[in-house]
């Protein structure tokens, strides 16, 4: 788990100058793989196995003659919700089309897709740090093969210098959502974080895993430039299957400036597909853009329309999960949290789980959330590990920081119980681990003062040093006072024991 507090990114004077005279316009299309165990129009596995190349694959998925599509039931109900979660109208009838194109990852040279009759239309999302971008539409429809380009000269194996290519047919045929967005992205950074927003709801719904180095979420950002204050649209520009969210903030802005330079020497900017050198940080022709026309849609004939009843959307709307927004807005109001801790703790849906069932034991939300994003997520980040492989439960966590409210154990003998507690090797209560190792703190204001003049007896220098007006020795003090009771006397405790003893010369 990683912090995903917002990156400004430092100030890029080519950007600002572009931005004074253009502006851009960005729309973006996902494509998120549908979490079903089957794929879109057959019984094959949709398991990644990168390992296993062509090993899910059957007649229908190949394309090969005779073989007959059948929709698959989850793949509807996933597009609905997922379509459902971004405020989109559902169509109450279902309808395929083929897109025919002819690329070698392509085995039946067209694409099952919806054309003129998407699932869902006319939605939003409303980004974490204010606005909104609308969605177009969402329409399912199949993944292609993935073209493993050999001997590139890039370390990710991309198009860019590769020899030859090799096809891996198991993605054939994977259930896919498509969702394309409204032009209303003005920046690389917003372009990145409705990106982010769209991964978090796909996760929060369990619509898709939206794993990026694995595939599952690819995003084709589209860009065009126009003078301040005019309605006019240019050619716009495709970047092609981004695969991180660094990768589309960089090339979005990339592509702005270049389109501004060209428009500056009187250039004209070419409707066409890029592709991104994260290397070189540039970005390549891959081909001429395609219109409509040319992938020459019509109804698919192997999959009857169909009705979609409205009491089954409404039951699956009923099923979705508290959206990132919806949590976002009952912390604030519920909790009081930061906006810091709340964008870091809705981020992962695990993580935020993790946190409600820990207030739900009787904890402080704000304490719940200082130990989480703290000493709990450093340790999650250094052994490489998920919220749910944590040995320590909620239960446990809220009795540790009840114990530190309750005066039982102060929060340094907290720190020093914490690995035993994440790494599982103690089995009971927390209180019976404080028993077991005689850490419980110690409150008894006599033997604090016996700890406190030990300390001041063996520091006659400091302690007239504090009395000529050097009061900033008081942590000092306080210091070696908790250092010789083992950091077991009560801090706060200590702290007016000890003022109270410097300040009295007698």
């Given at each position: 788990?990683?912090?995903?507090?917002?990156?400004?990114?430092?100030?890029?004077?080519?950007?600002?100058?572009?931005?004074?005279?253009?502006?851009?316009?960005?729309?973006?299309?996902?494509?998120?793989?549908?979490?079903?165990?089957?794929?879109?129009?057959?019984?094959?596995?949709?398991?990644?196995?990168?390992?296993?190349?062509?090993?899910?694959?059957?007649?229908?998925?190949?394309?090969?003659?005779?073989?007959?599509?059948?929709?698959?039931?989850?793949?509807?109900?996933?597009?609905?919700?997922?379509?459902?979660?971004?405020?989109?109208?559902i169509s109450d009838s279902l309808k395929w089309d083929r897109k025919n194109y002819f690329y070698?990852?392509?085995?039946?040279?067209?694409?099952?897709?919806?054309?003129?009759?998407?699932?869902?239309?006319?939605?939003?999302?409303?980004?974490?740090?204010?606005?909104?971008?609308?969605?177009?539409?969402?329409?399912?429809?199949?993944?292609?093969?993935?073209?493993?380009?050999?001997?590139?000269?890039?370390?990710?194996?991309?198009?860019?210098?590769?020899?030859?290519?090799?096809?891996?047919?198991?993605?054939?045929?994977?259930?896919?959502a498509e969702i394309v967005s409204e032009p209303d992205i003005t920046s690389g950074l917003s372009?990145?974080?409705?990106?982010?927003?769209?991964?978090?709801?796909?996760?929060?719904?369990?619509?898709?895993?939206?794993?990026?180095?694995?595939?599952?979420?690819?995003?084709?950002?589209?860009?065009?430039?126009?003078?301040?204050?005019?309605?006019?649209?240019?050619?716009?520009?495709?970047?092609?299957?981004?695969?991180?969210?660094?990768?589309?903030?960089?090339?979005?802005?990339?592509?702005?400036?270049?389109?501004?330079?060209?428009?500056?020497?009187?250039?004209?900017?070419?409707?066409?597909?890029?592709?991104?050198?994260?290397?070189?940080?540039?970005?390549?022709?891959?081909?001429?853009?395609?219109?409509?026309?040319?992938?020459?849609?019509?109804?698919?004939?192997?999959?009857?329309?169909?009705?979609?009843?409205?009491?089954?959307?409404?039951?699956?709307?009923?099923?979705?999960?508290?959206?990132?927004?919806?949590?976002?807005?009952?912390?604030?109001?519920?909790?009081?949290?930061?906006?810091?801790?709340?964008?870091?703790?809705?981020?992962?849906?695990?993580?935020?789980?993790?946190?409600?069932?820990?207030?739900?034991?009787?904890?402080?939300?704000?304490?719940?959330?200082?130990?989480?994003?703290?000493?709990?997520?450093?340790?999650?980040?250094?052994?490489?590990?998920?919220?749910?492989?944590?040995?320590?439960?909620?239960?446990?966590?809220?009795?540790?920081?009840?114990?530190?409210?309750?005066?039982?154990?102060?929060?340094?003998?907290?720190?020093?119980?914490?690995?035993?507690?994440?790494?599982?090797?103690?089995?009971?209560?927390?209180?019976?681990?404080?028993?077991?190792?005689?850490?419980?703190?110690?409150?008894?204001?006599?033997?604090?003062?016996?700890?406190?003049?030990?300390?001041?007896?063996?520091?006659?220098?400091?302690?007239?040093?504090?009395?000529?007006?050097?009061?900033?020795?008081?942590?000092?003090?306080?210091?070696?006072?908790?250092?010789?009771?083992?950091?077991?006397?009560?801090?706060?405790a200590v702290q007016k024991i000890v003022k109270l003893l410097l300040d009295n010369e007698n």
């Amino acid at each position: 788990m990683t912090s995903t507090k917002r990156k400004r990114g430092k100030s890029n004077k080519e950007m600002d100058k572009v931005l004074e005279k253009y502006e851009p316009v960005i729309g973006i299309e996902i494509h998120v793989q549908l979490l079903t165990n089957s794929k879109a129009y057959c019984s094959c596995k949709s398991l990644y196995a990168p390992n296993e190349p062509n090993s899910n694959v059957c007649p229908v998925c190949m394309g090969e003659p005779g073989a007959l599509p059948v929709p698959n039931r989850k793949v509807i109900e996933l597009a609905a919700k997922t379509a459902l979660a971004l405020n989109c109208k559902i169509s109450d009838s279902l309808k395929w089309d083929r897109k025919n194109y002819f690329y070698p990852d392509t085995p039946k040279n067209y694409q099952i897709t919806q054309y003129d009759n998407p699932i869902g239309s006319n939605g939003t999302v409303q980004l974490p740090f204010g606005g909104k971008v609308g969605i177009q539409r969402l329409h399912m429809e199949e993944d292609s093969a993935k073209m493993n380009h050999q001997n590139s000269e890039s370390s990710s194996g991309s198009l860019s210098g590769s020899l030859y290519s090799l096809i891996d047919f198991n993605r054939a045929g994977i259930p896919l959502a498509e969702i394309v967005s409204e032009p209303d992205i003005t920046s690389g950074l917003s372009a990145a974080e409705y990106g982010k927003e769209l991964q978090r709801i796909l996760r929060y719904i369990g619509a898709s895993d939206g794993n990026m180095a694995e595939g599952s979420m690819r995003l084709d950002v589209n860009v065009s430039i126009r003078e301040k204050g005019s309605n006019e649209l240019r050619n716009k520009v495709e970047l092609k299957n981004l695969n991180s969210f660094r990768a589309v903030q960089e090339s979005t802005d990339h592509e702005i400036i270049r389109q501004a330079k060209l428009y500056e020497e009187g250039q004209r900017v070419r409707q066409e597909t890029r592709l991104w050198d994260d290397k070189a940080k540039v970005s390549k022709i891959m081909r001429v853009k395609e219109g409509e026309s040319d992938y020459r849609y019509f109804p698919e004939p192997d999959i009857p329309a169909m009705k979609l009843p409205k009491e089954v959307v409404k039951k699956w709307k009923s099923e979705l999960s508290e959206l990132p927004s919806e949590k976002r807005s009952r912390y604030k109001a519920e909790f009081g949290l930061s906006d810091a801790d709340i964008e870091i703790l809705t981020d992962d849906k695990d993580l935020s789980s993790y946190f409600e069932s820990t207030v739900e034991f009787g904890s402080d939300p704000k304490e719940v959330s200082k130990w989480l994003l703290g000493d709990v997520s450093g340790y999650i980040n250094s052994n490489r590990i998920q919220v749910k492989d944590l040995r320590l439960t909620p239960e446990r966590l809220s009795e540790l920081i009840v114990l530190i409210k309750s005066k039982k154990i102060s929060g340094k003998i907290a720190k020093e119980l914490l690995p035993e507690l994440l790494n599982g090797s103690f089995d009971g209560t927390v209180a019976e681990l404080v028993r077991e190792k005689g850490m419980e703190l110690i409150t008894d204001e006599k033997v604090i003062e016996t700890f406190a003049r030990e300390v001041i007896g063996k520091n006659s220098n400091k302690v007239s040093e504090y009395r000529s007006g050097k009061t900033k020795l008081l942590g000092f003090f306080a210091g070696q006072t908790l250092a010789v009771s083992n950091n077991r006397a009560d801090p706060e405790a200590v702290q007016k024991i000890v003022k109270l003893l410097l300040d009295n010369e007698n």
